[in-house]
């Protein structure tokens, strides 16, 4: 491989490591969601032929449905990280479609550009020609 592919492909390998990556956090982030929501619905069902008094047996349920909450919480936030990381993933290495939208704003900023010079040249001939005008007329009166 040349020097110049060997980086390019070394990127590529790269890149294709963080979108499994991400891929990996995604996919264990929804299945802990899903499990402890399953749970916490199991939980809710009442159990008659339990060893533990009906007291007991709610706080212990109430205190792993707090928990398997918490899990929730802690793996919709993981996601949020995730969305946040991906972002900005986006914006620091897609320098294609960055330096893409740079020169279509360029182009459309150059084209409002020319547009403006010739009005402003339009304008520039137009007073030129009143100016001229103004002029002949003043040297030709008699009052001047």
Same mark, same amino acid.
């Given at each position: 491989?040349?020097?110049?592919?060997?980086?390019?492909?070394?990127?590529?390998?790269?890149?294709?490591?963080?979108?499994?990556?991400?891929?990996?956090?995604?996919?264990?982030?929804?299945?802990?969601?899903?499990?402890?929501?399953?749970?916490?619905?199991? /939980?809710?069902?009442?159990?008659?032929?339990?060893?533990?008094?009906?007291?007991?047996?709610?706080?212990?349920?109430?205190?792993?449905?707090?928990?398997?909450?918490?899990?929730?919480?802690?793996?919709?936030?993981?996601?949020?990280?995730?969305?946040?990381?991906?972002?900005?993933?986006? /914006?620091?290495?897609?320098?294609?479609?960055?330096?893409?939208?740079?020169?279509?704003?360029?182009?459309?900023?150059?084209?409002?550009?020319?547009?403006?010079?010739?009005? /402003?040249?339009?304008?520039?001939?137009?007073?030129?020609?009143? /100016?001229?005008?103004?002029?002949?007329?003043?040297?030709?009166?008699?009052?001047?």
């Amino acid at each position: 491989m040349s020097q110049v592919q060997q980086p390019k492909a070394a990127s590529a390998q790269s890149k294709e490591a963080i979108l499994k990556f991400y891929l990996k956090r995604l996919k264990d982030d929804i299945k802990s969601i899903i499990d402890n929501y399953v749970e916490i619905i199991k /939980l809710a069902k009442v159990e008659e032929d339990s060893q533990i008094s009906r007291l007991t047996q709610a706080e212990q349920d109430q205190y792993e449905m707090q928990v398997r909450a918490s899990n929730i919480v802690r793996a919709c936030e993981s996601l949020l990280k995730l969305v946040s990381d991906i972002k900005q993933y986006i /914006l620091l290495n897609d320098f294609v479609s960055v330096n893409e939208v740079i020169h279509h704003t360029r182009m459309s900023y150059t084209q409002k550009q020319q547009i403006h010079d010739h009005a /402003l040249i339009a304008i520039r001939n137009e007073i030129a020609d009143e /100016l001229y005008d103004l002029e002949e007329e003043y040297y030709s009166s008699h009052y001047r």
